[in-house]
């Protein structure tokens, strides 16, 4: 928590900062569930309304699952927008909606995935406009992730990060990434993935 208030604050300051962590999406305002008992990335957005007073705050969540946490908690608030692109066909079986959801066909690969998300993230960045973006980069489509069925390659994640980091440059948007789940056979997999993003946030940011 504390960490993804300071990934915020620094990215408002710099243009991006990435946390090494973060991103526990599953957490309501008043119960854990899913591996998360805090929702972060929920109480870093809350600290940029009251403290930093920002007024457009965009969660963009691609971790493999839904982001029920959030979109619970900003369902009535028109100065978070909240998007998710996840598989269907997982947990969280109840999907409070977000202001934009995404749901994919257990299967669904590169090419489904960023026809997806170039089809719809361009419109809503244009539209809502938003100050601060907080990246949820998980590394859970992935073709090899154990608690998945999408079916990303380690080359399909770098250009979905570098999509939403070039989307979010070219909007003027600061960017908080958070890293989110990550459960593939081999950890040195999940590693790289993370690494990945990290490593596009410092080129393209
Ligand atoms: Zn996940």
């Given at each position: ?43 870093a ?27 619970h ?34 299967g ?29 980069a ?5 073709f ?62």
């Amino acid at each position: 928590m504390g960490g993804t208030i300071l990934t915020a604050k620094l990215a408002l300051k710099e243009t991006s900062c990435v946390h090494l962590g973060g991103g526990f999406h599953h957490a309501f305002a008043d119960h854990g569930e899913g591996f998360c008992v805090l929702n972060d990335v929920a109480c870093a957005a809350r600290y940029c309304q009251v403290q930093e007073k920002l007024r457009k705050i965009m969660i963009v969540d691609c971790d493999l699952h839904q982001g029920n946490g959030n979109a619970h908690i900003f369902k009535d608030s028109k100065e978070v927008f909240t998007f998710s692109i996840h598989q269907e066909n997982n947990y969280p079986l109840i999907k409070p909606p977000s202001d934009l959801d995404i749901g994919l066909a257990d299967g669904s690969g590169n090419k489904e995935y960023l026809d997806a998300l170039e089809k719809e993230l361009p419109r809503i960045f244009k539209d809502f406009a938003p100050q601060l973006v907080f990246y949820i980069a998980g590394a859970d489509p992935y073709f090899k992730d154990q608690l998945g069925a999408l079916r990303l390659t380690l080359d399909g994640l770098e250009r979905r990060d570098e999509f939403v980091f070039a989307l979010a440059k070219e909007s003027k948007a600061h960017v908080a990434v958070v890293f989110g789940g990550g459960y593939a056979q081999d950890i040195n997999d999940t590693v790289l993935i993370h690494y990945n993003t990290v490593k596009k946030a410092l080129e393209i940011l």
